[in-house]
Nanobody
């Protein structure tokens, strides 16, 4: 059993910053890619940023230069630093992890979602 717990969502004014974190726990042998997605009500979940276990990162064009994804492999935690936030960044943000368990099963695990609201 593996769980992801997210922290850090909230309300911020346009131009402000928020930091999301997501900690994985359970029967974890290793974690491959960790990612952040976002989803508006009634719409599909879209990738925002991802990071491999080796630290390679990927971002959607709309957040490049404003968001930074990072991870602490020792803590099984991924972070998303969001700067220069815009009203269009308002969404529910979900973390994702590709986990190899101690039973050598590969699981795709999602966090519970962290609402982010950016006011204009």
């Amino acid at each position: 059993q593996v769980q992801l717990v997210e922290f850090g969502g909230g309300l911020v004014q346009a131009g402000g910053s928020l930091r999301l974190s997501c900690a994985a726990s359970g029967s974890i042998l290793s974690i491959n890619t960790m990612s952040w997605y976002r989803q508006a009500a009634g719409e599909q979940r879209d990738l925002v940023a991802s990071i491999t276990s080796g630290g390679s990162t990927n971002y959607v064009d709309s957040v490049k230069g404003r968001f930074t994804i990072s991870r602490d492999n020792g803590k099984n935690t991924v972070y998303l630093q969001m700067n220069s936030l815009k009203p269009e960044d308002t969404d529910v943000y979900y973390c994702y992890a590709g986990v190899l368990t101690t039973r050598y099963q590969f699981l795709e695990v999602w966090g519970q979602g962290a609402p982010v609201t950016v006011s204009s």
